[in-house]
């Protein structure tokens, strides 16, 4: 039986508060497939995981089915459940449809935000910059304290939309990207300074409450994991 540890994965505080057995068992399957324990196209066997979190089959299944919803997890007809396989095709879809998405909350937040939306950001900033300054290490792949950090951020730029099925689509598309973005910071850790140099940016852009250059800068920092994992442009995307 696995024991959910807060710290084990981007999820794991999700899954020590889930509220029944089948949304414990989807936050940690989750959370094991964006650190990369499942890998994509891999078969998720319902005893295989029954005897791994100590859950039983039935909230498994329930847990299961959420994820496919979530687009994390196919169901092949009678034979199961497997992770989606990883491609170009589904990043430039997750990308296109993560870019109308948090762009249509971008210029709600913009228009409806407080001082405290823009404490919010701030502070959101200030932690996940701080965190690579001490630890530049903690942008490599799979390191939940950075990705954590890192949702917070882009979390909190659109937290004064007043939408929360808006916020809960940035939340879904987020953790759909996170498999190809653990690739991306690979990649990019050496450069890290520049990295956060594109969040201080989209930051004081968004403060500054120009809209279209806000949702321009934005699509552009959305972009950037299209574009480094595969070295394409993202899809253009009206806003």
Not at 104 to 126: C, K, M, T
Request: proline share 3%; net charge negative; hydrophobic share 40%.
């Amino acid at each position: 039986m696995i024991e959910a540890n807060p710290k084990s994965g981007l999820l794991g505080e999700a899954a020590l508060v889930s509220d029944t057995l089948s949304e414990r068992a989807a936050a940690l399957i989750e959370n094991d497939i964006l650190s990369g324990i499942w890998s994509p196209g891999e078969r998720l066997g319902v005893q295989a995981l029954t005897e791994r979190y100590g859950i039983g089959a039935t909230p498994v299944r329930e847990g299961l089915s959420r994820l496919v919803s979530r687009g994390l997890i196919s169901a092949v007809g009678q034979k199961g459940f497997r992770v989606t396989d990883v491609s170009e095709a589904d990043l430039s879809d997750i990308t296109l449809v993560r870019t109308t998405v948090e762009t249509a909350a971008l210029r709600l937040s913009i228009r409806n935000g407080d001082d405290d939306w823009e404490a919010g950001i701030l502070s959101a900033l200030h932690r996940l910059l701080r965190s690579v300054e001490r630890d530049p290490e903690t942008m490599r792949e799979g390191t939940p304290e950075f990705d954590r950090l890192h949702k917070a951020f882009h979390r909190s730029l659109l937290e004064a939309c007043g939408s929360d099925r808006l916020l809960r689509l940035h939340d879904d598309l987020y953790y759909q990207a996170y498999r190809y973005r653990r690739v991306m910071m690979r990649r990019l850790a050496p450069h890290h300074h520049a990295i956060m140099e594109a969040h201080k940016s989209l930051a004081d852009i968004v403060l500054s409450r120009n809209l279209e250059k806000a949702e321009a800068e934005l699509a552009s920092h959305l972009a950037t994991s299209l574009e480094v994992v595969y070295g394409e442009q993202a899809p253009a995307v009206e806003t």
